[in-house]
């Protein structure tokens, strides 16, 4: 029970991802493997190995960064159902001004925006803070691997595609928390 699993099949539909994390997997990589994101994956899912997955508590903050107003509904819908309070906008400039003055657990950031797009965005959160410290998860329709391995090249800290399910996007949300949660109790340790 104590030891997570990771599917790894090249058949990567939803119905077959939401079946394996229904199941109890840990997490789904596609083949071809993109061995940056595999290695992200099972570092965080070993890190979350140890319990302390972070409980869904109406105190974590998401913001929600999405061009499409239709997108960005139904995304904080999922997210308030998730038990989680949202902040929405709709650019990355505004994404960075509402990090400058809000206490923000994690970013759900979407790639292709115009202006400033996802990864220019996510360039300039990682120069206030690091993937540890505040997790962003990119979301977009892109699903090819030259996108998604440009988005953890950028510090992201994890990736998911839309359409969203919500078993997936919950499992991806939980993960970069717990791993925040470690990230501080280290720092802590080391303080004390």
């Given amino acids: 029970r104590g030891t997570p699993v990771i599917m790894l099949s090249a058949h990567a539909t939803e119905k077959v991802i939401r079946k394996c994390l229904l199941l109890g997997a ?11 994101l595999a290695r992200n994956r099972i570092e965080l899912n070993l890190r979350n190995q140890e319990n302390l997955s972070h409980p869904v508590n ?26 989680y309070r949202a902040i929405t906008t709709s650019s990355g400039p505004a994404a960075l001004e509402i990090l400058e003055k809000q206490k923000i657990d ?5 790639i292709i925006m115009p202006g400033m ?11 206030m803070r690091s993937p540890g410290s505040l997790p962003v998860i990119m979301v977009t329709a ?12 950028s510090g992201a800290n994890d ?8 078993v997936f996007l919950r499992k991806r949300i939980e ?5 925040q949660e470690i990230v501080k109790q280290t720092n ?3 303080v004390g």
């Fill in 26 to 36: 840990a997490d789904y990589l596609a083949k071809p493997l993109i061995m940056d």
């Fill in 58 to 83: 109406s105190d974590l903050t998401l913001l929600l960064v999405d061009d499409h107003p239709l997108n960005i509904d139904l995304l904080e819908r999922m997210v308030t159902k998730l038990g």
């Fill in 106 to 110: 994690l970013v759900l950031l979407d």
């Fill in 117 to 127: 797009d996802g990864i220019e965005t996510l360039s300039e959160i990682r120069k």
């Fill in 142 to 153: 892109e699903d090819d691997n030259a996108t998604m391995l440009d988005a953890i090249n």
């Fill in 159 to 166: 990736y998911v595609t839309k359409p969203y399910d919500m």
């Fill in 175 to 179: 993960a970069c928390l717990a791993t």
């Fill in 188 to 190: 802590l340790d080391q």
